[in-house]
């Protein structure tokens, strides 16, 4: 059983690119259906406003509950096995390549994803509270990674491949799966090389040109390590991220 993704915003064309690559192709082989959605769709006034000044002042405009709560009504599927709402913020829960598995499974067992992607200071903050207090649907606010995008379509886009990637039959060949970077080892996957075996003075390693699989799994295995101990020790030893560990102290 397939399951679907819907996403609602104000820009549906910045999801163009779900018609492309694997997703399209998904999509077009009845994988996956995705549903993109203009919010705006749910006002009921003249200029089809979505969005008001923040209560307490301050800078920017912040997007009605109303106009939202209309609007995952109107896509949440009643009759779906589960209900996940996602919502793309700086401030949400670190998206991991854990957290896309466990959408995948919750996809491939015929669950509705859907992406709430706010625009300008984000969306009132009763949306979360009212959707987590309801046993009907599960919200969860997620974030790419320390830095501040102009809304949450781009994170939904990204979400979204990789969600879709790991869905039964949306990879030709699943071993590619199995060896890539945060996959079962939790480590960074190592270099890889193709022809030619020499290129601008820079030689393949001999032991891939060797044939001997032992050797070549050992030394893949030994620079997959040698590689996440050097960029990202935090994988290895589980300790806070990178960003964490080289901040300024707040005192400095
Ligand atoms: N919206 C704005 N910034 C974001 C981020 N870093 N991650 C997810 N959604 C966002």
């Known amino acids: 059983m397939s399951g ?18 694997l997703v399209g192709k998904a ?3 009845g994988l996956l259906e995705i549903g993109v959605h203009d919010l705006r769709d749910w006002t009921s006034d003249r200029h089809r406003t979505v969005d008001d000044t923040p209560f307490g002042g301050g800078a920017g405009m912040v997007m009605r509950p109303d106009v939202w709560g209309d609007a995952l009504d109107g896509v949440l599927v009643a009759d779906s096995p589960s209900r996940t709402v996602l919502v793309p913020t700086p401030a949400g829960d670190r998206m991991t390549q854990a957290m ?11 669950g509705q994803l859907v992406f709430a992607c706010g625009r300008y200071e984000g969306i ?30 781009v994170a939904a886009l ?5 969600v879709a990637r790991l869905l039964p039959g949306v990879i030709g060949n699943p071993e590619s799966l199995v060896e890539e970077s945060h996959g079962a080892a939790g480590l960074l996957e190592y270099p890889v090389y193709t022809k030619p075996p020499s290129w601008r003075g820079l030689d393949v390693p001999e032991v891939l040109l060797s044939g001997d699989h032992g050797r070549i799994r050992s030394w893949r295995r030994a620079r997959a390590v040698e590689r996440t101990a050097r960029r990202r020790p935090d994988l290895i ?11 300024r102290p707040v005192d400095a």
């Not at 915003?9 to 779900?18: E, K, R, V």
């Not at 009763?126 to 501040?148: K, P």
């Not at 990204?158 to 990789?162: L, N």
């Open 4 to 21: 679907r993704i819907d996403v609602l915003t104000i820009f549906p064309g910045y999801l163009a690119p779900l018609e492309l690559s």
């Open 27 to 29: 999509r077009r082989d």
């Open 100 to 110: 896309a598995e466990e959408l995948a499974l919750l996809v491939s067992a015929g």
């Open 124 to 153: 009132d903050a009763r949306v979360s509270e009212h959707y987590s207090g309801r046993d009907d649907v599960t919200i969860r606010e997620i974030s790419l990674g320390d830095y501040v995008l102009n809304g949450g379509e």
């Open 158 to 162: 990204v979400v979204i491949e990789a």
């Open 237 to 247: 030893t589980g300790q806070g991220s990178p960003e964490i560990r080289l901040a």
